[in-house]
C-alpha cells in the first residue's frame, strides 16, 4: 500500500538540515510519496525507516543523468501519464546520430549543424541535446570519432555498439564524460555490465519486444545497476508508440520496476529512411513517452520544430511562461519615446512586444511582475494593480531614461488609471488600446 506524505514524515529524523537537498524534512517526505526523489539521499534515516520505507518511496521511474557538467541532461523520474494530471518533471532529450565510419568532412558538417542547433523562443534556449556517435567501422575510429565528438560540442555522448571491444576502446577515450552505453543485449549483457560498473556510466538495454526487456533489466539490477535506459526495437512506429505507453503504464500504475526506466527511440529506424516521417514520429515520441530520442539530423527544419513541442508539453501547466520582469527597449528610443507597461505573461509580452516593433517606433516597455498572469486575470488577482505598477516603475529605472513622465497602460485595465495616478505623484498616466493590435495606429496617432 501506497504511504502518504505524513506518514512518511513520521518516520524521517525531522531535523530539518537540508543535507538530502530539499528544505525540510516534510518537503522531502512529500517528494518520496510522490516517487519524485530517494530515501537514500537522506544520510540521517535510520535502518528502521530504510527497511520500512524502502520500497514504498521508490520513484517508479528512475532519473538517468547522461553528461557531465552544464550540457548534461537528465530523463525519467516522470509520476503520471497525462501533463494535465500534475505535470512532467523532466523534457525528453533530443539530438543527432553520426556515423563513425563516414568521412572526417562528413563527421565535422553533422558536428557543426549539432552545434549550430540552438534557438531561442519566449527567452528560452532550446538546443540539440547531444551526439550519439554509432560505431561503423574499427574499434580504433569508434573511439577517435567519440573523443572528436566531445571536444567540437561540450555535448552529452551516447555511445553505439553491440560489440564490447569496441564499446571499451570508446570508453576508455571519453569514459570520463560519461556517456550512455547502447546497448546491452541478449549476447552481450554480462560485458557491457562490467564495462557500465567499470566506467560509472548509464547502459541501454536493448531486446525485441518489453518482455525480453524486462528480463535483461532485471539482470542488470541484480548486478548492482540502476542508471538504464530502455529500448524495445520497435519494427514500426506503431510498435514504438505501444511499447513507450506500456512501459510508462507498467512502470507508474503497476509499479513494475524492470519497466521503470526511461526510453530511447530512433524515429529513423521505422521511417524508412524518409526524413521527413522520421520528425513527425519524432513528434510522436515527444509527446507519448520518449524520453531519449535520437535523430539522423539535426537541421533547424527538423530540430526546432520538435524542441518548440517539446516546450510546449513540458511546460508546467501550474505555471504559467513568464517574461523576464525589466525594461524592454525597441527601435532607437529616446527621451520623448513613450513608455508601456503590462504583466509579464509571455504571450501578453510577446504580442505586445510585436506589435510596438511592428509600429517601426522607438519605445519603452514595462514588464511587471505579476505571476505569469494576464492583464484582466492579473488585475483581477491583485498582482497588476496601481501599488505593484508604482513600485516597480520606481525601481525600473525608466525615470532616467524619459524626459516626460507619462505611462501608457492597457485599456482593459483603464479603471486603474486614478489610482495609478495618485501612486505615482507627478505622473499622467494614458489610457493606452484595449487590444495590442490597436498599438501601431495608437502611436502613428501620438506622434502626428
Keep these: 500500500m501506497a504511504l502518504s506524505g505524513l506518514d512518511i514524515f513520521k518516520m524521517l529524523p525531522k531535523t530539518n538540515c537540508g543535507d538530502c537537498s530539499v528544505p525540510t524534512c516534510l518537503a522531502f517526505a512529500m517528494k518520496l510519496a510522490q516517487g519524485q526523489a530517494e530515501l537514500s539521499s537522506c544520510p540521517h534515516v535510520s535502518d528502521e525507516a530504510k527497511s520500512a520505507l524502502g520500497a514504498a518511496s521508490a520513484p517508479p521511474m528512475r532519473a538517468v543523468t547522461v553528461g557531465v557538467g552544464g550540457t548534461a541532461f537528465t530523463v525519467g523520474e516522470e509520476t503520471v501519464l497525462f501533463r494535465h494530471e500534475k505535470t512532467f518533471v523532466n523534457p525528453c532529450a533530443i539530438g543527432v546520430q553520426i556515423q563513425s565510419g563516414d568521412s572526417d568532412e562528413q ?94 556510466c548509464p547502459m541501454a538495454v536493448r531486446a525485441s519486444g518489453l518482455d525480453a526487456v524486462a528480463v535483461l533489466t532485471e539482470k542488470a539490477i541484480g548486478a548492482g545497476l540502476k542508471d538504464l535506459v530502455i529500448d524495445s526495437a520497435p519494427q514500426d512506429a506503431a510498435s514504438a508508440l505501444r511499447d513507450h505507453v506500456f512501459a510508462r503504464r507498467a512502470a507508474l500504475n503497476q509499479k513494475f520496476a524492470p519497466l521503470g526506466f526511461p526510453t530511447i527511440s530512433f524515429p529513423g529506424e ?66 520623448d519615446s513613450p513608455f508601456f507597461v503590462t504583466t509579464n505573461f509571455s504571450l501578453t509580452y510577446f504580442i505586445v512586444s510585436g506589435e510596438i516593433e511592428s509600429s517601426k517606433a522607438g519605445a519603452y516597455l514595462g514588464i511587471v511582475e505579476s505571476e505569469g498572469l494576464s492583464v484582466l486575470t492579473a488585475w483581477a488577482a491583485g498582482k497588476f494593480v496601481p501599488e505593484r505598477i508604482a513600485k516597480f516603475v520606481a525601481a525600473s529605472g525608466i525615470a532616467d531614461k524619459i524626459g516626460h513622465r507619462e505611462i501608457i497602460i492597457p485599456g482593459a485595465v483603464a479603471q486603474i488609471s486614478g489610482e495609478l495616478a495618485e501612486e505615482l505623484d507627478g505622473w499622467n498616466v494614458v489610457v493606452g488600446p484595449y487590444e495590442a493590435s490597436d498599438i501601431p495606429a495608437f502611436l502613428k496617432r501620438r506622434a502626428g
Excluded at 570508446?170 to 552481450?188: C, F, M, Q, Y
Design 107 to 200: 563527421i565535422g558538417a553533422s558536428l557543426a549543424d549539432a552545434a549550430a542547433s540552438s534557438f531561442e523562443r519566449v527567452q528560452m534556449a532550446l538546443r540539440c541535446g547531444f551526439i550519439a556517435v554509432q560505431s561503423t567501422g574499427d574499434a580504433a575510429r569508434f573511439a577517435s570519432v567519440a573523443s572528436r565528438a566531445a571536444d567540437a560540442t561540450s555535448l552529452p555522448l551516447i555511445l553505439m555498439s553491440s560489440d564490447p571491444e569496441h564499446m571499451a576502446a570508446a570508453l576508455d577515450a571519453v569514459g570520463t564524460k560519461r556517456p550512455l552505453i547502447h546497448a546491452a543485449t541478449e549476447s552481450n549483457i554480462d560485458a557491457m555490465i562490467e564495462l557500465a560498473a567499470k566506467h560509472s
Design 270 to 335: 521505422v521511417s524508412d529512411g524518409d526524413e521527413m516521417l522520421e520528425t513527425v514520429f519524432g513528434a510522436l515520441d515527444v509527446v507519448k513517452y520518449g524520453s531519449i530520442i535520437v535523430l539522423s539530423g539535426a537541421e533547424p527544419w527538423r530540430m526546432l520544430p520538435l524542441l518548440v513541442l517539446r516546450q510546449n508539453i513540458f511546460t508546467d501547466p501550474q505555471r504559467p511562461m513568464q517574461a523576464e520582469s525589466k525594461i524592454y527597449e525597441y527601435g532607437t528610443p529616446g527621451p
